[in-house]
Antibody, heavy 127, light 106 residues
Framework: QITLKESGPTLVKPRQTLTLTCSFS??????????VGWIRQPPGKALEWLAL???????RYSPSLESRLTITKDTSKNQVVLTMTNMDPVDTGTYHC???????????????????WGQGTLVTVSS | DIQMTQSPSTLSASIGDRVTITCRAS??????LAWYQQKPGKAPKLLIY???SLESGVPSRFSGSGSGTEFTLTISSLQPDDFATYHC????????FGQGTKVEIK
């Protein structure tokens, strides 16, 4: 059974750097095909994908936020860390991490989507 | 960026109703679409992937259809546990979500 749990500060000040940790169990990020992503949801707004890291350390970032994001993994600890710089009140929201499932389709290649999510952690940006 | 637009934003329905939610993509995404159910304070739960594949353990009253730019999630007979917010997500090019559809009690 795959489980994920997010941890980090609940309150950050504008211009500070946010560091969030995703601790997971039920899979290993050293196993081929595995991936963990981060998705956030501002209050009353849509879900927004932020970043994803694969078992081979390949990384993907949201083009609109790429300059502010860094995603890393610690395979020995079963953790993935997301840092976001220069926080602003508009970054307030619930931050989720999620396991990505990979499947290969002939003619379409490999596809990844999120199949198991953590409950999320609420981050408020305010002075 | 691929934009995803869901309709309606809110849907009022009764137990036993057939419910349909629509998701439109700003460009063709093939069948690379997932649907999630989310309850307040909880993690989103995967219901459907590849537009119409039912995730293991999800009740068969949930079904998905569509391809290209237009997709639907149907709940054949609404149950008390189904009152929640539903999100579509494309995974053809990165990952983007619709704004969500809240299904509430009529």
């Amino acid at each position: 059974q795959i489980t994920l749990k997010e941890s980090g500060p609940t309150l950050v000040k504008p211009r500070q750097t946010l560091t969030l940790t995703c601790s997971f169990s039920g899979f290993s990020l050293s196993t081929s095909g595995m991936g963990v992503g981060w998705i956030r949801q501002p209050p009353g707004k849509a879900l927004e994908w932020l970043a994803l890291i694969y078992w081979n350390d390949d990384k993907r970032y949201s083009p609109s936020l790429e300059s502010r994001l860094t995603i890393t993994k610690d395979t020995s600890k079963n953790q993935v860390v997301l840092t976001m710089t220069n926080m602003d009140p508009v970054d307030t929201g619930t931050y989720h991490c999620a396991h990505s499932r990979r499947e290969f389709y002939y003619g379409s290649g490999t596809r990844h989507w999120f199949d198991t999510w953590g409950q999320g952690t609420l981050v408020t940006v305010s002075s | 960026d691929i934009q995803m637009t869901q309709s309606p934003s809110t849907l009022s329905a009764s137990i036993g109703d057939r419910v349909t939610i629509t998701c439109r993509a700003s460009q063709s995404i093939g069948s690379w679409l997932a649907w999630y159910q989310q309850k307040p304070g909880k993690a989103p739960k995967l219901l459907i992937y590849k537009a119409s594949s039912l995730e293991s353990g999800v009740p068969s009253r949930f079904s998905g259809s569509g391809s290209g730019t237009e997709f639907t999630l149907t709940i054949s007979s609404l149950q008390p546990d189904d009152f929640a917010t539903y999100h579509c997500q494309q995974y053809d090019n990165y990952w983007t979500f619709g704004q969500g559809t809240k299904v509430e009690i009529k």
